[in-house]
């Protein structure tokens, strides 16, 4: 038995590969989404259907079928439903062949080569277009479900992005076929069908590629806020990548929300007063970052939240156990970093991080001093000391 998965292209038949048109031939059955078995041209019986774990159930109900071909739109190795269907299958001889890619048929329609553009896929899936847009001066959004072109260009010009140039194209192949171009927010007020793709344009890529915005920056009142020294440490010690689920649990100001927003990960700050929310809520506007805040107390606030990679606790309110315990069960392996400003809280974080098995822990003291100008001369300035403890949990 041979199974035969084949990239249909952007979804008009005449885009299909030699390839894929020979192992529609010798195919004795098509599965596939209905609007790519209405097309092809093939005498097999059609099922249409999706779902990997359908399809995975029918070929095993099937087995009279010894050479199914499915069907998948565009490339099988782009964002493809290809891979999930493949970890499903068993028993099953496979080859893959692969097709035209949205991506490489828009490009092609703008005049525009890709190798710079930064792929993202929203389709079906929660997209935040913000952070990849700030760091890139071109990105490429497949969409889908409740993303569409529109959807995130409205939450680009939210951000402050709606002057950049942008390129939407519709229906692609297809005869109903539409590219429309302009600013950001003029595609924000537009209507797209489902089956749409986005290319968004920065001339000036500005997100930073390391944590330190000066302190001078941020909004404070009276709230304490992580300085930047002590906040590059701790974001540099929980080892960030784009797209993190990062944890800010007593957020204060949001400064260290906001730089890991800056970073390129999905924050959510969790903050209990609400002086320090409304300065979390003022300084992610003014840094056009988009974040999650949760308003209470540690660790209630944080049960429904998924799965942090990383978290910063900036201030525990006397439950530090009960937070790191939640953040074990949550993630076993998740990266910590506890900021101390009393050697109390030091020795408790210290023992807390040995005694629920943390790896690597390091423990430092950061005691920064600033050269003040003094007339003609500079003076030492010392900031207070913070103590500054990091871990990975134990789990695999």
């Given at each position: 038995?041979?199974?035969?998965?084949?990239?249909?292209?952007?979804?008009?038949?005449?885009?299909?590969?030699?390839?894929?048109?020979?192992?529609?031939?010798?195919?004795?059955?098509?599965?596939?989404?209905?609007?790519?078995?209405?097309?092809?041209?093939?005498?097999?019986?059609?099922?249409?259907?999706?779902?990997?774990?359908?399809?995975?159930?029918?070929?095993?109900?099937?087995?009279?079928?010894?050479?199914?071909?499915?069907?998948?739109?565009?490339?099988?190795?782009?964002?493809?439903?290809?891979?999930?269907?493949?970890?499903?299958?068993?028993?099953?001889?496979?080859?893959?062949?692969?097709?035209?890619?949205?991506?490489?048929?828009?490009?092609?329609?703008?005049?525009?080569?890709?190798?710079?553009?930064?792929?993202?896929?929203?389709?079906?899936?929660?997209?935040?277009?913000?952070?990849?847009?700030?760091?890139?001066?071109?990105?490429?959004?497949?969409?889908?479900?409740?993303?569409?072109?529109?959807?995130?260009?409205?939450?680009?010009?939210?951000?402050?992005?709606?002057?950049?140039?942008?390129?939407?194209?519709?229906?692609?192949?297809?005869?109903?076929?539409?590219?429309?171009?302009?600013?950001?927010?003029?595609?924000?007020?537009?209507?797209?069908?489902?089956?749409?793709?986005?290319?968004?344009?920065?001339?000036?890529?500005?997100?930073?590629?390391?944590?330190?915005?000066?302190?001078?920056?941020?909004?404070?009142?009276?709230?304490?806020?992580?300085?930047?020294?002590?906040?590059?440490l701790a974001l540099c010690s929980l080892g960030l990548q784009e797209g993190s689920v990062f944890w800010d649990i007593g957020a204060g100001t949001g400064s260290v929300a906001v730089e890991a927003a800056l970073l390129g990960c999905a924050v959510y700050a969790v903050e209990q007063k609400d002086e320090a929310c409304g300065l979390i809520r003022r300084n992610a506007e003014k840094f056009h970052v988009s974040l999650q805040l949760r308003q209470g107390a540690a660790p209630q606030a944080c049960r429904d939240l998924p799965a942090p990679d990383a978290a910063f606790v900036g201030g525990s309110g006397g439950r530090l156990e009960e937070i790191l315990l939640c953040l074990l069960e949550k993630n076993p392996a998740v990266r910590v970093?506890?900021?101390?400003?009393?050697?109390?809280?030091?020795?408790?974080?210290?023992?807390?991080?040995?005694?629920?098995?943390?790896?690597?822990?390091?423990?430092?003291?950061?005691?920064?001093?600033?050269?003040?100008?003094?007339?003609?001369?500079?003076?030492?300035?010392?900031?207070?000391?913070?103590?500054?403890?990091?871990?990975?949990?134990?789990?695999?």
């Amino acid at each position: 038995m041979k199974l035969t998965l084949v990239g249909a292209g952007p979804g008009s038949p005449r885009f299909l590969t030699e390839e894929g048109r020979r192992a529609l031939e010798q195919a004795d059955c098509l599965i596939g989404a209905p609007r790519l078995l209405e097309g092809v041209e093939s005498r097999a019986p059609r099922f249409p259907m999706t779902r990997p774990e359908e399809i995975a159930s029918f070929l095993e109900e099937h087995r009279e079928f010894a050479a199914p071909c499915l069907l998948f739109s565009g490339d099988t190795g782009f964002y493809s439903g290809a891979r999930s269907l493949l970890a499903r299958l068993k028993g099953w001889e496979t080859s893959l062949v692969p097709g035209l890619s949205s991506l490489q048929y828009f490009a092609a329609r703008l005049g525009s080569p890709w190798q710079e553009w930064r792929l993202v896929s929203a389709h079906g899936l929660a997209c935040d277009p913000v952070p990849p847009v700030r760091r890139n001066r071109f990105t490429f959004f497949l969409t889908g479900g409740a993303s569409s072109p529109a959807s995130l260009c409205r939450a680009l010009a939210a951000a402050g992005l709606g002057q950049l140039r942008a390129a939407a194209g519709a229906d692609l192949s297809y005869p109903q076929e539409e590219i429309a171009q302009g600013l950001v927010r003029e595609l924000a007020e537009r209507d797209f069908p489902p089956l749409s793709v986005l290319l968004v344009e920065n001339s000036a890529p500005s997100a930073p590629l390391t944590p330190g915005v000066p302190d001078e920056e941020f909004l404070r009142g009276k709230v304490p806020m992580t300085k930047r020294e002590v906040r590059s440490l701790a974001l540099c010690s929980l080892g960030l990548q784009e797209g993190s689920v990062f944890w800010d649990i007593g957020a204060g100001t949001g400064s260290v929300a906001v730089e890991a927003a800056l970073l390129g990960c999905a924050v959510y700050a969790v903050e209990q007063k609400d002086e320090a929310c409304g300065l979390i809520r003022r300084n992610a506007e003014k840094f056009h970052v988009s974040l999650q805040l949760r308003q209470g107390a540690a660790p209630q606030a944080c049960r429904d939240l998924p799965a942090p990679d990383a978290a910063f606790v900036g201030g525990s309110g006397g439950r530090l156990e009960e937070i790191l315990l939640c953040l074990l069960e949550k993630n076993p392996a998740v990266r910590v970093a506890v900021s101390a400003v009393t050697v109390e809280t030091l020795a408790e974080a210290s023992a807390l991080l040995d005694r629920l098995g943390f790896l690597e822990v390091r423990r430092i003291q950061a005691a920064v001093s600033l050269l003040i100008p003094a007339g003609r001369y500079h003076r030492m300035e010392a900031q207070n000391p913070v103590f500054l403890l990091s871990g990975r949990g134990p789990g695999a």
